[in-house]
Every structure is written in structure tokens, then in C-alpha cells.
């Protein structure tokens, strides 16, 4: 039978019940101990964003906590509507030279609207990530509950609902393990109680849904069809029900558990996606594997895996910035009520949470963290929630060296390895060049060429900025592998630049054209452009990395040398008539007509990027600080995630706190911790958490600075695991805002300098070596 008309009627059980029937049945909170790993409720979620995340990279689930009726909604990373296809616009190799001419003319206006003509996608949409299905449980009887918690913990990695009902203490676990690629789900009672449920899966996909072997429900079916692409990527979701002590009835579509002390629901997604340009792969035999295995080690070594796999990656780092009043308030609260002041662990929880959603969302696959990270319930959601290229997809990224969690990065380098090969194919048809380029936006099928309008997309820098992100993890671990691997991507995107940047008439320097500063209109009517500063920026930065890596690698001394030469002949960065930091090569930042706008892209050189900073260009960091201030700190989530970061290399740690608590506000951070664009972006939760981690410990141009932007707010706290660039970790401790103690362990050998305020250290260690030092009447000291 078709899934359709059964998930309609169970997402409207969902959608009501979950809370509605919850709350008829007089729950009332138990309040546990504070935790500072901890998220926790005091009733179920009757929203998507109050719902638990759950993921393991590949696999993610929204867990509602539900008394009566629990929901589970489920995604598959390479579950997007279409198949492959290529959307190049056949008149953009024509075009092209038309609309640069007009750029060079000041014809901004113009040019947009031949862009619009010759250059956008066909079709202008990509495709959309999709949901495989929910998982439905319906528990009859269950009413007077009592002492109602459910909670995620991030020491574990779980996610568990817990209260009364009778006699009875009912406890349900879910997780997603990544050793074993199968979510988890644990129903039970207390005292030897039985547990009664009717489950069924459901999906939103037109699909067939069927019970086998009396234990077994599968969901089979293909993914939709959208802006004209076909649906062909197959997929399947598939649970089996584990419960030796009890009787199961299976249904069309469902089975129904009674009589037995515990059930465990193992459950697989699948599709036949292999690589963007192949959808040949057997989910259904996938899946059956899976679970095979899963089933056959039981759930106590299933959930014993799962903690130790996740504990060895979530447990490098720890933080500490104080505890407060609030902290043992429901985490609801603590958002709704964090600007009181009396709850600085919240920043805390914050970035372990960070890293939570990370390793939850980019592990084990060739899909990195996408807009929403893995975990969508809609059809059409927001931007289709897949990869951003002029800041959302970077952003997610922030935090992965620096919190550790260098095994995350795998998925983006394996994204860019695919852009590479469609890029490179969009630089031949459209621009006749050797090399690869991608524009603002892609999705699973790797489309590299420019979406959705000029305004938007016609910015040729996508590429360029994800070789930054991916350069990161070799200044910080001095992987010649990883170095080897990376330097061929960018080569290849130096190769096109260096073939297509065209000499600006008006200023004579090597320039893109067409661009933009993304997404922001300047003063003429347009934002399509020629050369603006986060274009040079980015190509500051490329050119000196592929010249830098060739001689690493002792490689194509010729292209390290044209890359040098070329990265000469860039626009200098500007100071304009209002002491700020130009966005453009005009000094048309004042008129523009949204001088408060989202985007912050010509700051790029302060952050991510270290081509300015506060002790090295001051000018051009005074410059910057201008321009932060005539932006305005209050923004979109994600872009209050990058003001954070920008203000913590001003070193202004209480101007950065207070960007902070813009962000862990009800107006951008949703009761689930979720970022709020709105709607839900998941680079806010990376950006702001890079953002904090930023404050405590800055690491760039060979210095490592501790404490360099610290707020008055955090007097004391302790942090240990963050990693520093050079092959470096740190831990330290402080009190009244003066170090105490800090420990720098070397993994690999190397120099750097130590600095705290004044003072400084230079160091060198051999690999495997910590170097202890503490704090002394304001100056560093070995201890």
C-alpha cells in the first residue's frame, strides 16, 4: 500500500498529541541536578524546534519526548528530491563577455539583467534535502503521569524521556550510533512492568510502507521530482522490533507490542545515492545489513559502542566559565532568561553543544553538515537546506580544529573533491578556462553553477572560500597526507583565476568580474560588481596557500611564482570616507542601501582569515571596527555567529559578550538550542561557538594568546582540549581575570610564542611534550 494517507494521519497525531495528549495526563516536573552537559525539559516538545537532535553524520532523529504518542522524525544525509543533472545555462559562454563589458561601463543595472538572462541555472532552483519518514509510537493507557523529564545529554550522546505513570517509572533512550550506522531506540519500565505499543513507520514521501516477518517495517520509494528534474534516487527506511519477552502483532504497516519489560526499535535509512553522479547503490540490501548486524549484538553492546566511540571524540574538551542561579533552570528557561546574568555556563553549554551538533552531522559520510545541519522535516524547507557557499556552509566549519574535532572535516574536503570535478566542467562551458570554479550554492547533485538570481549568486568565490576552511586542518596538525590531498583542489581553482581575472579598466588592477559582495546592493542598483574586498581577500589568501603548499610539496615552482605575482596585482584593501574598511573598490559603503546588513563579507580578512589584525595592521583593524559599528551588532542568527568572532580579534571581550547575548536569546536561539535565521540555520550554533572559543584562546600568524578577549562576566573558569595552530593543545585556568595556570602540549614538535596581555613566552617543544606555565604579577612564567 501506499505510505501517503497513513503518514498524514500519524503526522496530525504527531503534530497535536505529542503535547496535547502529554499535558492532559497532569504531568508534573521533576527537577534534576544541575549538569553542565546537559540539556533538559519539563514537558514534551509540541514543535520541531523544542524536539532533541540525535545523529551520527549519516543518520539523524528529532526525538519529541511524547508521554502517549512519541514521534521520531528521521533523515538520510543523501536523501534530496531529483538525480543528477546539469543546470548551465547554454547561453552563459555568450554571455559572459557581455556582462563584463557592462560591469566595467558602471552599467551595474544592466548587467544584472543580462545575467539574469545568461548566466543563472536552468533551472534556477536547485533540488531540495528531503525527509525519509517518522517513526510513530502510540502507548495506550498511559494517564496521572507524574515527574516528567526528558533531556539530551551530551556527555552520552542520548537522548532520554523519563516520568511516572501509575506505579510505573517509564524510561525510552534513543541514539544514533556511528560504529554500527543504526539509530537506536529503547522502550521500558520499571519494577519488571510490561510495556504495550503500537508502532508504525510513516513518511511524507509518496511511498509503499509494508510489515515482513512479523517484526519488520519498511518504507520503500523514490525521491520527488522538483523544478523539472526527475525523481530517481531511491530510498528506504527500515525498523525492527526486538522484544524477546513479549508478543508482537504485526499490521499493514505497523506492529503492536504487548506483554514484554522491554522493546528495542533498530532502525536504518537508506538510498542508492554512491556519488553525485551515480544512484546505482541497493538501500534495501544497505539497510538489511545494518540491521542484521545491529540485532545480533543486542542493545547493551550497541550502547556500549556507541558511548565509547562518541566519548572519544565529545570528551577531548571540556570549558568552564562559572556557574550561576540559573543554571538549574529548564534550558527553555535559560535562554528565555540568560540576560539576567546569572547563568555564564550557558555560553559553556553552548559550545559543547556546538560540537555535539557537528559530530552529529559530519562523520562518516561524504556529506558535510548541510544549512540545517542533517536534520529537516519539510518537503520545501528554507533554501532548500543544503550547502550555502558564501558563508553558511564556511561557518559550520569554524569550530572543528579549533574545538577539536578534526575527524569532521573529512566530509567537506570530500564535498570539495566532487565541486572540483562539476567546477571544473562550469569553468569550461561558461568561462573557457582551465581549473574549477563554484558559485554561491550547491546540493547533492554538486552543481557548481550560479542559482536563484544575480543578486544572489553571481559570485565566482565559493570554491576559494572552502579551500580556506580546508587549509585550516593542515596549519593546525601538519598532516602532509591531508596537505597532498588538498593541494591538487587548489591548484586547479589558482589555474582559473589566474586565467580569468581581467585588468580593471578604471583602477588597473586584476579583478573578478562578474561579482558581488554577497548578497549586499550597493548604491547603483544592483550588487553585481566587479573586484569587491572579500574577492581580493580570499585570493590574497589562495594565491600565498598554493604558493606556500607547491613548495612544501616541492611542486610547479612555475604556478607558485604566477600566483605570487598575480596575489600583486589584487585591489589593496581601502580606508573610506567614514573610517571604515571598504566593501567595495568605490567607497560606496555609506550609500549602500542597507548600511546594517546581514552579511559582513569585507570583514573576512579579520575573520576567518588573519590578513588583518589588532597587533599587525592597526589601521586596518581600526578600520574594521568602524565598519562593525555602522553595521550594528543585532543581525540573523548566523550573522550574529560571525560578529562574535570578529569582536573577539578586536579583543573586545565585552563587546563580544554582548553579541552573545543577542544570540542565546528567544529571538535566535530556538527552546532546543537550535540557531533562529530565523527560520533554523545550524552555522549560527558553529559560528557562535567558534565565536566563544575564539575569546578564550586565539591562535594565528605563530602566537598563541590566551585569554585574549575575555569578558568581565566570566572572572574565572577553566578550559582544556582546544587546539591551537602548529600542532598545539591547551588548557588553562584562571581567576579574577588573571591566568593561573596553562599547560601547551605539542603533538608534533615546533616553536611558537605564548602571549598573555603583555607578556610572552617563546616556546619550543619536542613532540609529545607539555610545557607548563603560570601566571605571575600579570606576566607568563614557566611553572
Not at 534534576?32 to 516538545?45: E, H, K
Not at 535509512?269 to 539497510?287: C, E, F, H, L, M
Not at 599587525?616 to 550594528?632: F, H, M, N, V, W
Request: hydrophobic share 40%.
Amino acid at each position: 500500500m501506499t505510505g501517503f494517507s497513513l503518514n498524514r494521519r500519524h503526522l496530525m497525531i504527531s503534530a497535536t498529541a505529542v503535547g496535547a495528549l502529554a499535558f492532559a495526563s497532569k504531568t508534573t516536573a521533576q527537577t534534576p541536578p544541575p549538569s553542565p552537559l546537559r540539556l533538559w525539559y519539563d514537558r514534551p516538545a509540541d514543535e520541531w524546534v523544542k524536539a532533541l537532535p540525535v545523529g551520527n553524520g549519516r543518520l539523524g532523529g528529532m526525538v519529541f519526548g511524547g508521554i502517549a504518542v512519541e514521534r521520531v522524525q528521521i533523515n538520510e544525509d543523501t536523501f534530496y528530491a531529483g538525480s543528477p543533472y546539469n543546470p548551465t545555462n547554454p547561453k552563459s559562454r555568450e554571455g559572459l563577455p557581455q556582462v563584463q563589458k557592462l560591469v566595467f561601463a558602471g552599467k551595474y543595472a544592466e548587467a544584472e539583467k543580462l545575467a539574469n538572462q545568461t548566466l543563472i541555472s536552468q533551472p534556477i532552483k536547485q533540488m531540495a534535502y528531503q525527509p525519509v519518514g517518522d517513526l510513530i509510537m502510540l502507548f495506550p493507557g498511559l494517564d496521572n503521569t507524574s515527574k516528567y523529564e526528558r533531556s539530551l545529554d551530551l556527555s552520552e550522546g542520548i537522548v532520554v524521556t523519563e516520568f511516572n505513570a501509575g506505579s510505573t517509572r517509564h524510561r525510552r533512550e534513543v541514539f544514533v550510533s556511528a560504529t554500527d550506522q543504526v539509530m537506536v531506540v529503547r522502550l521500558s519500565g520499571d519494577k519488571g512492568k510490561p510495556v504495550t505499543v503500537d508502532l508504525s513507520l510513516s513518511t511524507p514521501q509518496k511511498a509503499d510502507i509494508e510489515t515482513v516477518d512479523g517484526d519488520t517495517i519498511v518504507i520503500k520509494g523514490i525521491s520527488p521530482p522538483q523544478q523539472g528534474i526527475e525523481g530517481k534516487l531511491p530510498f528506504e527506511l527500515r525498523a525492527k522490533i526486538i522484544a524477546p519477552s513479549g508478543t508482537l502483532t504485526a499490521r499493514e504497516g505497523g506492529v503492536y507490542v504487548s506483554g514484554t519489560e522491554d522493546v528495542v526499535i533498530l532502525i536504518s535509512a537508506a538510498t542508492g545515492y554512491i556519488k553525485y553522479n551515480d544512484i546505482s547503490g541497493d538501500p534495501a540490501a544497505r539497510n538489511a545489513e545494518v540491521i542484521t548486524k545491529a540485532a545480533a549484538k543486542g542493545y547493551a553492546a550497541l550502547r556500549a559502542g556507541h558511548a565509547a566511540d562518541y566519548k572519544r571524540l565529545f570528551g577531548r574538551v571540556a570549558i568552564d566559565l562559572g556557574s550561576g542561579d540559573n543554571a538549574a533552570l529548564p534550558t527553555d528557561q535559560r535562554i528565555a532568561r540568560f540576560n539576567e546574568g546569572r547563568d555564564p555556563g550557558l555560553a559553556a553549554l553552548y559550545v559543547q553543544y556546538g560540537r555535539y551538533l557537528l559530530m552529529s552531522s559530519s562523520r562518516g559520510s561524504r556529506q558535510p553538515a548541510n544549512l540545517q545541519g542533517i536534520w529537516n522535516d519539510k518537503l520545501n524547507p528554507s533554501w532548500q537546506s543544503k550547502w550555502t557557499l558564501n558563508i553558511n556552509a564556511e561557518m559550520n566549519y569554524w569550530p572543528a580544529e579549533a574545538c577539536n574535532l578534526h575527524e569532521t572535516m573529512e566530509p567537506l574536503l570530500c564535498l570539495v573533491e566532487d565541486l572540483s570535478e562539476t567546477g571544473a566542467k562550469l569553468a569550461k562551458d561558461m568561462y573557457n578556462a582551465p581549473g574549477w570554479v563554484a558559485f554561491n550554492n550547491t546540493d547533492v547533485w554538486r552543481v557548481a553553477t550560479p542559482p536563484d538570481g544575480a543578486v544572489w549568486a553571481l559570485w565566482p568565490m565559493g570554491g576559494a572560500w572552502l579551500l580556506q576552511n580546508l587549509w585550516e586542518p593542515w596549519l593546525y596538525n601538519g598532516d602532509v597526507a591531508w596537505l597532498k590531498r588538498l593541494y591538487p583542489l587548489m591548484k586547479g581553482a589558482s589555474e582559473f583565476y589566474l586565467a580569468t581575472l581581467l585588468k580593471d579598466p578604471n583602477t588597473g588592477y586584476m579583478v573578478t568580474n562578474p561579482s558581488n559582495s554577497p548578497e549586499n546592493k550597493h548604491p547603483f542598483g544592483s550588487s553585481v560588481c566587479a573586484g569587491p574586498a572579500m574577492d581580493n581577500q580570499l585570493l590574497r589568501d589562495l594565491f600565498a596557500h598554493t604558493a606556500e603548499a607547491a613548495k612544501i610539496l616541492k611542486t610547479d615552482a612555475t604556478l607558485a611564482k604566477a600566483c605570487l605575482a598575480m596575489r600583486a596585482k589584487l585591489p589593496p584593501e581601502k580606508i573610506g570616507k567614514a573610517g571604515q574598511l571598504q566593501e567595495w573598490q568605490g567607497d560606496w559603503d555609506m550609500e549602500a542601501p542597507d548600511i546594517h546588513h546581514r552579511h559582513v563579507s569585507h570583514l573576512y580578512a579579520l575573520y576567518p582569515s588573519d590578513q588583518i589584525t589588532v597587533e599587525d595592521t592597526p589601521d586596518l583593524a581600526k578600520a574594521a571596527r568602524k565598519s562593525l559599528e555602522i553595521r550594528g551588532d543585532d543581525a540573523t542568527g548566523w550573522g550574529i555567529g560571525w560578529r562574535i568572532n570578529l569582536w573577539a580579534r578586536l579583543k573586545d571581550g565585552n563587546h563580544a559578550h554582548d553579541v552573545i547575548k543577542l544570540l542565546l536569546h528567544p529571538r535566535r536561539s530556538y527552546p532546543n538550542l537550535f540557531d533562529a535565521h530565523p527560520p533554523f540555520q545550524i552555522d549560527g550554533n558553529f559560528g557562535g561557538a567558534a565565536g566563544i572559543a575564539e575569546m578564550l584562546l586565539q591562535t594565528h600568524r605563530g602566537r598563541i594568546e590566551l585569554l585574549p578577549a575575555l569578558p568581565s562576566v566570566w572572572p574565572q573558569g577553566s578550559f582544556s582540549g582546544l587546539k591551537a595552530r602548529g600542532g598545539f593543545e591547551v588548557a588553562l585556568d584562571w581567576r579574577d581575570g588573571q591566568v593561573t595556570q596553562a599547560a601547551i602540549s605539542s603533538v608534533r614538535g615546533g616553536k611558537t610564542r605564548v602571549v598573555w596581555g603583555k607578556s610572552a613566552l617563546d616556546l619550543t617543544l619536542r613532540a609529545g611534550e607539555t610545557v607548563t606555565l603560570k601566571g605571575q604579577a600579570g606576566k607568563l612564567v614557566r611553572a
